[in-house]
């Protein structure tokens, strides 16, 4: 089992950058695929990105591409969100989320472990 606990929300003007970070429990963090998922008040969570287990691929919601850079750091249990350019309309909680699988997924369901979520709110 796996313990996640994301950091490096907050306040931001359109236009500005913030960094995530997720942080990882345990000594088997390059067993676990990885991602990121975001939810706006009223709307259902949804996909952003993820990363496979050596971080040599990845994969991003296509409104997103650009924007946002996924990476991990095997050595540091850590996987982070690089996110530029943020809009308005990126304010969310954003979670990270991590399974013990072979090949990246990008549905909620399929990842049996979340963080509890970090603030990211984005003014116009």
């Known amino acids: 089992q796996v313990q996640l606990v994301e950091s490096g929300g907050g306040l931001v003007q359109a236009g500005g950058s913030l960094r995530l970070s997720c942080a990882a429990s345990?000594?088997?963090?390059?067993?676990?695929?990885m991602g990121w998922f975001r939810q706006a008040p009223g709307k259902e969570r949804e996909f952003v990105a993820a990363i496979s287990r050596s971080g040599g691929y990845t994969d991003y919601a296509d409104s997103l591409k650009g924007r946002f850079t996924i990476s991990r750091d095997n050595a540091k249990n850590t996987m982070y969100l690089q996110m530029n350019s943020l809009k308005p309309e990126d304010t969310a909680v954003y979670y990270c989320?991590?399974?013990?699988?072979?090949?990246?997924?990008?549905?909620?369901?399929?990842?049996?472990?979340w963080g509890q979520g970090t603030q990211v709110t984005v003014s116009s």
């Open positions: 345990g000594r088997t963090f390059d067993t676990y695929v």
């Open positions: 989320a991590a399974d013990k699988r072979l090949a990246i997924v990008t549905q909620a369901y399929q990842y049996a472990y």
